[in-house]
């Protein structure tokens, strides 16, 4: 089956600092993928759509200048988290459309962000 | 806003017995739902899906049931197993939303032998 990568995995990180997380589909072509949220024992939120040579699109409440995406080709996405602090500290999920006509998603295994 | 929810927390069930995991959703444009399994520490594993012109799926082991009257899913797992053992989303995705899905609080199943 399809398979979309994160990385790191897992990341710590001091206040202030900013912090990279790559999503890769790795075996099709994903012109959108998407960035959920999870804080502990807690569901999965939507932050942001995420659209090959095009803007992100934001949910209510997330600040974009804050997690900057960038989409540069079918098969990467990365969200940054720029200036992060405690409240950043969560698991990060990416997922990806195939776009090779079924549109099944499938998501990535997850980023834990630590902010000291 | 409108949202997926469950109605139990916390399942704990007996290995080799069925289990039954709900969701109740409220959008009615809402056409398609999925299950998801999360083991702890990992992203979302796809268990099955269903269409909202459909009542019923079955995959291997599990049976999606939807009632679109009281807008309501469930999940069967039969002949639960020690491996079942985690938390089980229901999500939705909106007609003409696009692709991005709503998910539900989570059901966290434990599996005693």
């Known amino acids: 089956g399809a398979v979309v990568s994160q990385h790191p995995s897992r990341v710590i990180c001091k206040s202030g600092t900013s912090v990279k997380i790559e999503c890769r589909s790795l075996d099709f072509q994903a012109t959108t993928m998407f960035w959920y949220r999870q804080f502990p024992k807690q569901s999965l939120m939507l932050m942001a759509t995420s659209n090959e040579g095009s803007k992100a699109t934001y949910e209510q409440g997330v600040e974009k200048d804050k997690f900057l995406i960038n989409h540069a080709s079918l098969t990467l996405s990365t969200l940054t988290v720029t200036s992060a602090h405690p409240e950043d500290s969560s698991f990060y999920i990416c997922?990806?459309?195939?776009?090779?006509?079924?549109?099944?998603?499938?998501f990535g295994p997850g980023t834990r962000l630590t902010v000291l | 806003g409108e949202s997926v929810g469950l109605h139990l927390p916390t399942l704990s069930v007996q290995e080799g017995d069925n289990s039954i995991i709900n969701c109740a959703y409220s959008n009615s444009a809402s056409d398609y739902f999925i299950w998801y399994k999360q083991e702890s520490g990992k992203g979302p594993q796809f268990i099955i899906d269903i269409r909202s012109n459909m009542d019923k799926r079955q995959g291997q082991r599990v049976t999606v049931l939807l009632n679109k009257t009281v807008k309501h899913l469930s999940l069967q797992i039969a002949a639960t197993q020690p491996g079942d053992s985690a938390v089980y989303f229901c999500a939705e995705n909106i007609r003409n939303s696009g692709y991005a899905l709503n998910f539900g609080k989570g059901t966290s199943l434990l599996v005693t032998p």
């Open positions: 997922s990806a459309i195939d776009s090779s006509g079924a549109n099944e998603q499938f």
